[in-house]
T-cell receptor, first 116, second 113 residues
Framework: NAGVTQTPKFQVLKTGQSMTLQCAQD?????MSWYRQDPGMGLRLIHYSVGAGITDQGEVPNGYNVSRSTTEDFPLRLLSAAPSQTSVYFCASSFISPGSSSYEQYFGPGTRLTVT | SQKIEQNSEALNIQEGKTATLTCNYTNYSPAYLQWYRQDPGRGPVFLLLIRENEKEKRKERLKVTFDTTLKQSLFHITASQPADSATYLC????????????FGSGTQLTVLP
């Protein structure tokens, strides 16, 4: 199993540009989520999904869109990049079925995004 | 608003000693609390989960306690080693919203040889 994969690893954008951060998992997890991590702020939830076709907002959703057309993929779209979106972005996945006792989140390696 | 605080940004301890990290929560009644380890340039890795009706959970050299009266969890690493040096994150979620984890900002632990 590859686990959770994210592409790209690094990205530099100019203000106003748009892009999509890719996330894929091969563990058949129902739950997928996107976080951003900033110094001193911890991980903050952007959007999450509990299954294909179902998405919801987290703590900091503004400026980001998501969709979940398959169980495996959960892309994050930046509509019009701003310097405030400079951050490290992590995708995570987990089971949420009753048989899962730990709700262990599996994280990807992260995407380091700089917006100039 | 719900808040998770890890009250030490950095902790240095000597090899062989027990490291104790603290996680406090406010405006919150989490049903579950998790601890993660994060190494520089990598995503967090799950270590342990403890439920609100559990006082203590152990895994090898790791021990987690959960005090719902104090609204606090303590994370202990016994016989610490330099390889334990990392940032440790606590995260909580409620039983009604297992989909929304709230993370603390982490404690950077350095174990000195």
């Amino acid at each position: 199993n590859a686990g959770v994969t994210q592409t790209p690893k690094f990205q530099v954008l100019k203000t106003g540009q748009s892009m999509t951060l890719q996330c894929a998992q091969d563990m058949n997890h129902e739950y997928m989520s996107w976080y951003r991590q900033d110094p001193g702020m911890g991980l903050r939830l952007i959007h999450y999904s509990v299954g294909a076709g179902i998405t919801d907002q987290g703590e900091v959703p503004n400026g980001y869109n998501v969709s979940r057309s398959t169980t495996e993929d959960f892309p994050l779209r930046l509509l019009s990049a701003a310097p405030s979106q400079t951050s490290v972005y992590f995708c995570a996945s987990s089971f949420i079925s009753p048989g899962s006792s730990s709700y262990e989140q599996y994280f990807g390696p992260g995407t380091r995004l700089t917006v100039t | 608003s719900q808040k998770i605080e890890q009250n030490s940004e950095a902790l240095n301890i000597q090899e062989g000693k027990t490291a104790t990290l603290t996680c406090n929560y406010t405006n919150y009644s989490p049903a579950y609390l998790q601890w993660y380890r994060q190494d520089p340039g990598r995503g967090p890795v799950f270590l342990l989960l403890i439920r609100e009706n559990e006082k203590e959970k152990r895994k090898e050299r790791l021990k987690v306690t959960f005090d719902t009266t104090l609204k606090q969890s303590l994370f202990h690493i016994t016989a610490s080693q330099p390889a334990d040096s990392a940032t440790y994150l606590c995260a909580c979620f409620s039983s009604g919203s297992a989909r929304q984890l709230t993370f603390g900002s982490g404690t950077q632990l350095t174990v000195l040889p």
